[in-house]
């Protein structure tokens, strides 16, 4: 798997390259060498030989420029479409004074034409500091390249992604390729960015390694490496061996939430599961999950756990190995005293997930105040209530404010979506999942992850690695599901039932 890196540390690699002996302009030139063996690959491939290169005003059209001359050189028809007028960057007026005389420059005024005569199309537009909208004159270039039948190629990016974010401008062109250099860009693994690039061909341009800021990396989750993360099961072993799992769940409305965490515990592997909860729910799952032990606890007038719980769930926690809080606990003031109560005089392990989020909005600094390693599993608008901040805001900034808020209130923090993050102070790994599907957008797929998370602390694995277990195992369940049944039938059950079996497929 190639490098991941954000659009912060490619420009700040890039930049240092120059102290280790490597200089801006031979690294354009580098990149602008990976390309042209790419494209000419493909045009050998397919018989093809005209290229047209949407070339931009800024060092991602300087790539372009340098990369038409090698075409030219490879007997390839070349024709460039300078889209924001002459080139505006030092590198790319290097550049374009190095222009191959034989290369055809069109006024951007038959651009449109051009997209017809074209075998290929090269988007050397914007590059990685790229964000906002796709100018109105550009998006209606943009039409006419997405009606070509021709072959889209981006350099580095397709022109509309932001590299730091995953978003995506309306009239980005859906690219067959793009070829990324020295690293691929985290916002190229988001979407819906990702669905924008194509095959992702992934090229050295000779940056040095050391080049490269040493803060912390981000790993892309796959079968072997989640297959290295699992935890020993030895066949001497006994119950107590893989731990005990105290769940603090459900009321008297959400008692799906309470058994869906319950059981996706049970089967990823956790010795015991304790479900600590008001007496209508245990009633409700004691005579179909078995394989739990149950703690009745007080109820108030409404069916949510009383706070007068506290020191009861505080004791059991002395004996368990993880507590597991908030899958559909509900929120009223007794929820947020118990489970401030719980954070502060709770010594082992906590995995807070959805109303017990809800509930840390009033108090936040509760986390600063707590003996327990502490990891929470909010989706963007749990998070967004979190930090005050409107969903938008927080999903523009994800990556940033996740590092920040792990690193500031010393917490885990498994960021759930469509592609998941999970990111923690102890560990210098930032992992990333894009395993799953449209399958898990139901309500109890955070309740399923939030249990198979805290199931893995139990058992003894590090928090950060708890987490990347649990969200690949989730998301490589939704695909096994799809294979058989339609994405629109798969409920929470299904993925439980399924759990054995990807579980087998990952230790195999």
Not at 452 to 469: D, H, K, L, N, R
Request: aromatic fraction near 6%; charge should be negative; charged fraction near 20%.
């Amino acid at each position: 798997m190639p490098r991941i890196l954000t659009a912060e540390q490619m420009g700040y690699a890039e930049k240092n390259s120059e102290n280790y002996g490597v200089s801006l302009y031979e690294l354009m030139d580098n990149a602008a060498l990976s390309l042209c063996r790419e494209i000419t690959k493909i045009a050998y491939r397919q018989n093809l030989k005209n290229i047209l290169i949407l070339a931009g005003s800024g060092n991602n059209g300087g790539d372009g420029l340098v990369c038409a001359n090698m075409l030219i050189s490879n007997s390839l028809n070349v024709r460039i479409i300078l889209v924001q007028g002459d080139p505006r960057s030092t590198l790319a007026n290097a550049a374009m004074s190095r222009l191959d005389k034989r290369a055809e420059i069109i006024p951007f005024s038959g651009a449109a034409a051009q997209t017809e005569w074209a075998d290929i199309i090269v988007d050397a537009v914007f590059g990685t500091g790229f964000h906002g909208d796709l100018p109105d004159e550009v998006k209606l270039l943009f039409s006419a390249v997405r009606k070509s039948k021709s072959v889209k190629i981006a350099c580095d990016l397709p022109s509309g992604v932001n590299a730091k974010n995953g978003f995506v401008s309306d009239g980005t062109v859906k690219c067959n390729f793009t070829v990324c250099f020295h690293a691929l860009k985290l916002g190229l693994l988001l979407s819906p960015a990702k669905e924008f690039c194509g095959e992702i061909i992934t090229r050295d341009i000779e940056i040095p390694s050391q080049a490269e800021p040493a803060d912390f990396e981000i790993v892309k989750l796959d079968k072997e490496l989640v297959k290295s993360l699992l935890p020993p099961r030895p066949d001497n072993a006994h119950k107590g061996t893989f731990g005990k799992l105290l769940c603090v769940c459900g009321c008297l409305d959400y008692r799906g939430a309470a058994a869906i965490s319950t059981m996706s515990a049970l089967r990823t592997g956790v010795g015991l599961v304790n479900l600590c909860s008001v007496k209508d729910v245990i009633s409700s799952l004691s005579s179909s999950i078995f394989e739990a032990t149950y703690t009745s606890l007080n109820s108030d007038e409404n069916g949510f756990i009383s706070c007068d719980n506290a020191d009861k769930i505080i004791e059991l926690s002395k004996s368990s190995n993880a507590l597991l809080i908030g899958c559909g606990l509900g929120k009223n003031a007794h929820i947020i005293s118990l489970v401030k109560e719980i954070i502060e005089n709770t010594e082992i392990p906590i995995i807070i997930d959805a109303d017990g989020i809800n509930c840390l909005c009033e108090n936040i600094n509760v986390l600063k105040n707590t003996k327990a390693k502490i990891i929470l599993t909010p989706h963007p608008a749990e998070f967004s209530r979190l930090l005050g901040i409107s969903v938008s805001e927080f999903l523009e900034n994800r990556f940033d404010l996740v590092k920040k808020f792990s690193d500031e209130y010393n917490v885990t923090v498994l960021s759930k979506s469509t592609q998941s993050i999970a990111v923690s102070p102890e560990c210098k790994n930032v992992y990333l999942s894009d395993a799953g599907n449209s399958s898990l957008s139901k309500g109890g797929s955070g309740d399923l992850l939030a249990g198979m998370t805290a199931s893995f602390v139990a058992q003894g694995v590090e928090p950060i690695s708890a987490c990347a277990i649990g969200q690949f195992v989730l998301g490589r369940s939704a695909e096994y599901l799809s294979q058989s049944m339609s994405k629109r039938s798969v409920i929470a059950r299904d993925i439980i039932d399924v759990l054995p079996f990807v579980l087998k497929e990952i230790e195999d």
